[in-house]
């Protein structure tokens, strides 16, 4: 059967979601290890062939069934802001912004299957970086600029992007920033982390 006649066939039509889905599910999925399109074919009910009609290789099949999540993801990302803050509100401000979309659930997914399928499938790893992660980290490096000029803001957005990493990963820390006028703990994390103090750029020497 050509490509075409694949695409105009209704129980082909029918079997792509299907794969797509199971795709999406698996690859994400706690305790899973990488992916096989033999698993693939069998939790979506179709064969390795009817598999095989569709997507060429495991790399193609992961970034097609990921696509939707990508998406999300970069309409997701915090906007950009240039205004000039004191630095415990910029900081505060980064922290809340850089969590939400941390804890956002198609995000947790989307890393989760980049990380698993980092072997299988490494493309889908690298559209993470590019996607997600390097767009991140510009953010928080502008806005990490515009109100502390002349610090190195590449170096000190992967500061803060590791260690709101690491708060993301102890509950208590997130759930301290989303009380309202709080995140005082994140916050001096953060100070710390960066050697910075509030009141002024950065601590002498």
């Given at each position: 059967?050509?490509?075409?006649?694949?695409?105009?066939?209704?129980?082909?039509?029918?079997?792509?979601?299907?794969?797509?889905?199971?795709?999406?599910?698996?690859?994400?999925?706690?305790?899973?290890?990488?992916?096989?399109?033999?698993?693939?074919?069998?939790?979506?009910?179709?064969?390795?062939?009817?598999?095989?009609?569709?997507?060429?290789?495991?790399?193609?099949?992961?970034?097609?069934?990921?696509?939707?999540?990508?998406?999300?993801?970069?309409?997701?990302?915090?906007?950009?802001?240039?205004?000039?803050?004191?630095?415990?509100?910029?900081l505060h401000a980064l922290a809340c912004d850089v969590v939400q979309l941390q804890?956002?659930?198609?995000?947790?997914?989307?890393?989760?299957?980049?990380?698993?399928?980092?072997?299988?499938?490494?493309?889908?790893?690298?559209?993470?970086?590019?996607?997600?992660?390097?767009?991140?980290?510009?953010?928080?490096?502008?806005?990490?600029?515009?109100?502390?000029?002349?610090?190195?803001?590449?170096?000190?957005?992967?500061?803060?992007?590791?260690?709101?990493?690491?708060?993301?990963?102890?509950?208590?820390?997130?759930?301290?920033?989303?009380?309202?006028?709080?995140?005082?703990?994140?916050?001096?994390?953060?100070?710390?982390?960066?050697?910075?103090?509030?009141?002024?750029?950065?601590?002498?020497?």
């Amino acid at each position: 059967m050509t490509p075409i006649a694949r695409m105009q066939d209704p129980a082909s039509r029918r079997s792509r979601p299907r794969i797509l889905e199971a795709a999406r599910r698996l690859a994400s999925a706690e305790g899973e290890g990488p992916l096989t399109m033999e698993a693939i074919a069998a939790s979506s009910g179709v064969t390795r062939r009817t598999l095989y009609n569709h997507f060429a290789n495991l790399g193609d099949l992961c970034m097609v069934a990921c696509a939707p999540l990508f998406a999300h993801c970069r309409a997701a990302l915090p906007l950009s802001d240039t205004a000039p803050r004191p630095v415990r509100d910029l900081l505060h401000a980064l922290a809340c912004d850089v969590v939400q979309l941390q804890r956002d659930p198609v995000h947790i997914a989307l890393k989760r299957t980049a990380k698993l399928q980092s072997l299988t499938a490494p493309q889908l790893r690298h559209a993470y970086s590019v996607q997600i992660r390097e767009p991140l980290r510009r953010i928080v490096a502008g806005r990490l600029s515009a109100s502390l000029p002349g610090l190195p803001s590449e170096t000190l957005a992967d500061e803060v992007l590791s260690t709101l990493e690491a708060a993301n990963r102890l509950d208590y820390l997130v759930r301290d920033l989303e009380r309202a006028g709080a995140g005082a703990v994140i916050v001096d994390m953060l100070l710390d982390r960066l050697d910075l103090q509030a009141d002024q750029p950065r601590r002498a020497a």
